[in-house]
């Protein structure tokens, strides 16, 4: 990381907030009721991303290629234990805003690897403010009182704490235990719709903001893979290799004439915040149009 780039750029009225929901299947999305996630994508898009051929379809890959804005040839995450990684030198967006352009950033989760020194982790190596809230036990109810607590948590941040975070990531993993222990079925999706819910309330605590009216807001919610129908992910079929993006802001019209990488998220919140990307970021995807 340069040094080069130490210089404070104005906060201005821009803010991020990225929400990572791991494990959702795109093709299920139109059979359940997620009206939170409906309306980010009808102010601005819903659209497919392929994990690419490199990346392997596991949650550590690709939430580092997601935050990092680079490839897994360049971050070195391959799996979900993150060892050998380099994010020393390709930072996720809440550890290079705080450090390069000392902005006030916030992530929050239950992941181990994501959020602590363990597995090779942490990814979220030093944002302005990290909340780490583990399940109690590794089940898919445990994890769905995790994401609440994780929602909790946020909320607070996000609409009463004097933390005031300018670009925000926050780790929803219920979903994806579900389906490794549980399948792809009802269970799945009601979990699914749990965390729609648990997005609403996001999104109404920035609504509830007191300069909510003068600040301008970018919402991105995204998901790392797919499931297969029985619970799992790994290989390379088509279902697991299939993820998506949907995001609202006020850089963003409708939508993408391009295909989506997940690289372009982390670009998009540079983007967002009025932050041209140092060239030595060499960074990977680009923001939405």
Request: charged share 20%.
């Given at each position: 990381?340069?040094?080069?780039?130490?210089?404070?750029?104005?906060?201005?009225?821009r803010?991020?907030?990225?929400?990572?929901?791991?494990?959702?299947?795109?093709?299920?999305?139109?059979?359940?009721?997620?009206?939170?996630?409906?309306?980010?994508?009808?102010?601005?898009?819903?659209?497919?991303?392929?994990?690419?051929?490199?990346?392997?379809?596991?949650?550590?890959?690709?939430?580092?290629?997601?935050?990092?804005?680079?490839?897994?040839?360049?971050?070195?995450?391959?799996?979900?234990?993150?060892?050998?990684?380099?994010?020393?030198?390709?930072?996720?967006?809440t550890?290079?805003?705080?450090?390069?352009?000392?902005?006030?950033?916030?992530?929050?989760?239950?992941?181990?690897?994501?959020?602590?020194?363990?597995?090779?982790?942490?990814?979220?190596?030093?944002?302005?403010?990290?909340s780490?809230?583990?399940?109690?036990?590794?089940t898919?109810?445990?994890?769905?009182?995790?994401?609440?607590?994780?929602?909790?948590?946020?909320?607070?941040?996000?609409?009463?704490?004097?933390?005031d975070?300018?670009?925000?990531?926050?780790?929803?993993?219920?979903?994806?235990?579900?389906?490794?222990?549980?399948?792809?079925?009802?269970?799945?999706?009601?979990?699914?719709?749990?965390?729609?819910?648990?997005l609403?309330?996001?999104?109404?605590?920035?609504?509830?903001r007191?300069?909510?009216?003068?600040?301008?807001?970018?919402?991105?919610?995204?998901?790392?893979?797919?499931?297969?129908?029985?619970?799992?992910h790994?290989?390379?079929?088509?279902?697991?290799?299939?993820?998506?993006?949907?995001?609202?802001?006020?850089?963003?019209?409708?939508p993408?004439?391009?295909?989506?990488?997940?690289?372009?998220v982390?670009?998009h919140?540079?983007?967002?915040?009025?932050?041209?990307?140092?060239?030595?970021?060499?960074?990977?995807?680009?923001?939405?149009?």
């Open positions: 990381m340069s040094n080069a780039s130490s210089t404070l750029w104005p906060a201005g009225p803010r991020v907030l990225v929400v990572g929901i791991d494990g959702v299947r795109l093709d299920l999305l139109p059979e359940l009721h997620t009206p939170h996630l409906d309306s980010v994508a009808a102010e601005g898009f819903l659209a497919p991303v392929e994990v690419d051929e490199v990346t392997p379809t596991m949650s550590g890959p690709c939430w580092a290629t997601i935050t990092t804005g680079v490839g897994v040839a360049k971050h070195g995450v391959l799996g979900n234990h993150l060892g050998g990684n380099r994010l020393d030198v390709f930072p996720e967006f550890t290079r805003l705080a450090a390069v352009h000392r902005r006030r950033t916030f992530a929050a989760g239950g992941w181990e690897p994501l959020f602590l020194a363990r597995s090779g982790g942490p990814l979220f190596a030093a944002p302005g403010r990290l780490y809230i583990a399940p109690l036990e590794d898919p109810e445990a994890w769905e009182v995790c994401d609440a607590r994780v929602t909790a948590e946020a909320e607070y941040v996000l609409r009463d704490s004097d933390d975070p300018q670009a925000s990531f926050v780790y929803l993993g219920a979903v994806d235990e579900t389906a490794h222990f549980l399948g792809c079925g009802e269970e799945y999706r009601r979990s699914v719709e749990t965390a729609d819910r648990h609403g309330r996001l999104l109404a605590a920035l609504k509830s007191p300069d909510y009216a003068e600040e301008q807001w970018t919402v991105i919610v995204v998901t790392d893979h797919g499931h297969v129908d029985h619970g799992g790994g290989g390379r079929t088509p279902v697991e290799r299939t993820a998506w993006i949907a995001a609202a802001g006020p850089d963003i019209s409708g993408q004439p391009r295909p989506l990488h997940h690289t372009d982390a670009a919140v540079y983007r967002a915040l009025d932050i041209a990307p140092d060239p030595h970021w060499t960074l990977d995807g680009q923001p939405f149009k």
